[in-house]
C-alpha cells in the first residue's frame, strides 16, 4: 500500500519561499509521475509540477515556471517542491501523488495535502 505524507506548508508573504516535502512509503515506481497538485475551494485540482522517468522528464504548469521546482530524494524516499517568489495566486492546498496519468491528469495515490497560505 503506497502512502504519502506531504509537509512543509504555512502561511508566507508574496515574493517569499516555502518547500514541500512529501515522504512516501510502500512500492512506488519513480518511472511513473508522481509529483504536486493544487487546489483552492470551488474550483478543480490543477497539476503543478510532476516528474517521471526516474527523474529525467518534468512538466511545470504556466504560472509556475521558474519560480518552482520539483526534485527526488530516492535515498530518503522524498519528493519536494522549492516554490520560490510566491504570490498571493498560490494560495492552495498542495497535494502529493503518485502513479499520476498525465493525459488525464489523475492519480491512483493521494496524500492528505497541506495548506500553503501567500498573504501579506
Known amino acids: 500500500q503506497v502512502q504519502l505524507v506531504e509537509s512543509g506548508g504555512g502561511s508566507v508573504r508574496p515574493g517569499g519561499s516555502l518547500t514541500l516535502s512529501c515522504a512516501y512509503s510502500g512500492y512506488v515506481d519513480t518511472y511513473q509521475y508522481m509529483g504536486w497538485f493544487r487546489q483552492i475551494p470551488g474550483k478543480e485540482r490543477e497539476a503543478v509540477a510532476l516528474?517521471?522517468?526516474?527523474?529525467?522528464?518534468?512538466y511545470y504548469t504556466s504560472s509556475v515556471k521558474g519560480r518552482f521546482t520539483i526534485s527526488q530524494d530516492n535515498a530518503k524516499n522524498t519528493l519536494y517542491l522549492q516554490m520560490n517568489d510566491l504570490k498571493p495566486e498560490d494560495t492552495a492546498m498542495y497535494y502529493c501523488a503518485a502513479d499520476v496519468t498525465v493525459t488525464t491528469m489523475s492519480a491512483d495515490y493521494w496524500g492528505q495535502g497541506t495548506q500553503v497560505t501567500v498573504s501579506s
Open positions: 516528474m517521471g522517468h526516474w527523474g529525467s522528464r518534468t
